[in-house]
């Protein structure tokens, strides 16, 4: 697990923008700044949503089981859709975006150093390799591991002074929040459940 | 819509929804295919996107107030509006920014009575007497209603719980008490005992983050086996004394998910009809509607919906749960009016998103129908906005209420950008659509959250919040699946208050216009040969015509008939409901009518 400094100079760099941005970004005093914090997490969890569709993607052509490919659609759509308005957030606060496509094409070694719960590229490798009911197994494993990162960003979010603040933020964290762990709950009773 | 990866599989085809489809380009107002849903193509925009409507009719529009909006962003979400209350010739606006009090005592032309500037989200809103409750959720929400936040990460400003406010003066609202709580109120019902009327009750169903103890002495986050007075799996009752509601505090946090072993975390485990489907996890309710006439509450409870016996409003009772595979999220309940239905609304991805595309299961994202046998809730079917929109358009079931025609269940219902639906579930198997209204998306080019948050019908009118666009108000026009006779008899059911989670019982008065409605039906259903009911038209005529004795025997003798009618007749029940109607009006006094 070797952290990229150059990955980690470009997400400093990111933070960096968003906080010199903020002042003039934001100039409605009728409601609370977003911050640096805030636009960390958006463009963080973009990463982190991708890699899981990267995992989902997986599914059709290795699982043995009905209901982890339509729990697979699920995620694939709810996260396409997530990544969608992470984006037009970003957007409309006139924040980079991370380029997706990019991010297919980087390794993902260098991803998990940054987001809690990502696969590193050997555990993506390990999971394409397997089949059947192994790979269901390491799929839920990972994919709980996985949302439960998620949770430990949002949980860092409102940890974060003046964070989650904006409206839309608190909005949007809350959600990924209960759908997370409404995710994590169905995929521990299908690793109960397993064959 | 930016350039996400996306892969666009058709998962369920869709015999109807393949037909809108291949609709899409074309324009409004082509009348080459004169079957397209006039919804399909809407031109976006806006204050001038394009509306298609049927049976709907929108006779007022009203934007937000100067100020409640941000002319360079109208979706923003700060100035979202969201659910409405109604008490007399008012409606109390809830929203992001804080309460918009309508008077609608022309409903065709409501004006701004006052405004209550009050954020933290979601600003749902009830009101009785001379309060008024507001819920809020969010981080940002301070007690004093500031619009600055509270930047801290523990704070002593900060307010999430449920406020309430004096309106005994509606242009000087103010603020008596602010019930905090440890996840907030994101929606909260309100609670009338008959046998308590010193006290009301409200439930706050909180589904945000759990806010620190040392914000909030005793609030826990964690997972009940590490703490089992964690803050989850449950809801909070606050009691408000009418006379001292200062005095409001919540007096108890019943633990509905409970399971026969005692586990606080009982549904959330899978141990309800089918343990395979749970998609969101049951820690928290979403929204509860009660029904006061039967002490019965419906729970939408993010993972289940649930029934509670409320018989004592302060220790509710489950008595049923279920799941459903098709369901990611529990979200509202609506009873039908003999209570013998439960209506159950799945809020998939949040609200925030577009999910009534082609692509997406017409069975995600829907209505579910249940029938209620004694403490069983049995699925029926499904319902789904029948057309599908953009992916610029978030949309999926939301909001909304039963419209009080006799003899049917017939409900309004918000969709958000894909507008409002107005359909018929009295077969709970088999729902159908009767009117619409809809425009096109606020800009067919990005997905901007807006759309109808709540539509509710109030003494004969359906109110809409837009969420960026205003208050709508329409009225329902009759046509081949609604009559006016239908109409003018939910026009007959007036109410003084009404909060739709404290869902009212229709109660027709004797009326020769509820009468007309059955036989509507009737005649429409083929409930009685047509030549029957062409007589019983006429003699129904007649006999309103008549006065005094003569009216009353003219009656009588017609309810005598019906009643012979209902024994052979195909639709006995409404035939019967038809002679009961009739013997009612024998009853009264013609000089009354």
Known sequence: MKASPCRAAAVALLALIALTTKSTAQTDTRRPPFTAADVHFMQGMITHHAQALVMAALVPTHTSRDDLLLFAKRIEVSQQDEIAAMRRWLESHHQPVEDMDAMHHDSAGTMEMLMPGMLTAHQLAQLSAAQGPAFDELFLQFMIRHHEGALTMVSRLFATTGAGQDAEMFRFASEIESDQRAEIMRMRAMLAARP | MTSVPTIRRLLFPVALVAMATTNTVGAQGDTSSAKADPRIGLRGGWNDAAEAARNLQLIAHRPKPEGWFRADSMGDINYWNSDMAFKGNYVFLGGYYGVQIWDISNAASPTLRAKLLCPGGQGDVSVYRNLLFLSAQETRARIDCGTQGAPDTVSAERFRGVRIFDIGDMDHPKQVAAVQTCRGSHTHTLVTDPKDPANVYIYVSGTSVVRPDAELAGCSGRPPEEDPNTALFRIDVIRV?????????????????????????????????????????????????IYPALSLAAGACAGNGILLDIRDPVNPKRIAEVSDPNFSFWHSATFSNDGRKVLFTDEWGGGGLPKCRATDNPKWGADAIFTLTGKTLNPAGYYKLPVVQTDTENCVAHNGSIIPVPGRDIMVQAWYQGGVSVFDFTDASHPVEIAFFDRGPADSTSLFVVGYWSTYWYNGHIYGTEMGRGLDVFDLKPSEYLSQNEIDAAKLVHADLFNPQNQPKAVWPASFVVARAYLDQLMRDKGIPSARSTVVARDLGRAEKMKGAARRTALKQLAAQLDRDARRASDKTRVQALADEVRQLGGVKAASN
């Open chain 2, 241 to 289: 004394p009418l006379a001292r509601p200062q005095d409001a505090r919540i007096i108890a946090n019943p633990r509905l998910f409970t399971d026969s072993a005692g586990a606080i975390a009982g549904l959330a485990k899978g141990d309800t009809l089918d343990k395979e489907h749970h998609h969101s996890e049951t820690s928290r309710c979403h929204d509860i509607t």
